[in-house]
């Protein structure tokens, strides 16, 4: 039976593991950085911060997660958005995704945006599914030794919420 519920400062060490092991497996992680400093501080980022941090859990599991991000009074990210790789397919994103698009509406948000790398094809197709549409490409450099670096290319998405 999957659960989703708010995360607790108890979850801090699955959340940081789910994070960096979902993104390794698509080929899009790119060590830990700036990029990815909410991760190690959840409470204030989105929390604490007209947001949300969702955690989903299946048998008493810890195996997804999700977060919503305020970045102005009408506006908001989706970000985190992982599934452990034993429970991908069951529909685990989705209820996520539908659960923080919900948590927007009622905090007041008019419009949600995200991005996602060219690697998540998955991702892709759950948030076009959900009403989600391109609106522009935007290149991040990818650490792989000292001074040298790969562009990884991301699409973002926005939604408007009704």
């Not at 994103?93 to 948000?109: N, S, V």
């Not at 008019?110 to 892709?124: C, E, G, K, V």
Request: hydrophobic share 35%; glycine share 10%; aromatic share 10%.
């Amino acid at each position: 039976m999957f659960t989703l519920r708010r995360y607790t400062s108890a979850d801090q060490e699955a959340v940081e593991e789910l994070h960096v092991s979902a993104i390794q497996q698509t080929g899009a992680y790119l060590g830990r950085g700036p990029w990815d400093d909410d991760v190690y501080a959840i409470e204030e980022v989105y929390l604490k911060n007209g947001g949300e941090f969702l955690i989903g859990e299946c048998d008493g599991l810890f195996v997804a997660m999700g977060a919503l991000k305020r970045t102005s009074p009408e506006r908001a990210e989706i970000k985190r958005m992982r599934v452990s790789s034993a429970y991908q397919g069951r529909g685990y994103g989705q209820r996520i995704l539908e659960t923080l698009e919900a948590r927007a509406r009622a905090l007041g948000y008019r419009l949600l945006h995200l991005d996602t790398s060219l690697l998540q094809i998955p991702a892709q197709k759950l948030y076009e599914k959900n009403g989600f549409r391109e609106v522009g490409r935007d290149i991040y450099q990818q650490p792989v030794g000292r001074d040298t670096y790969q562009p990884l290319e991301v699409i973002l998405y926005e939604k408007q919420l009704v």
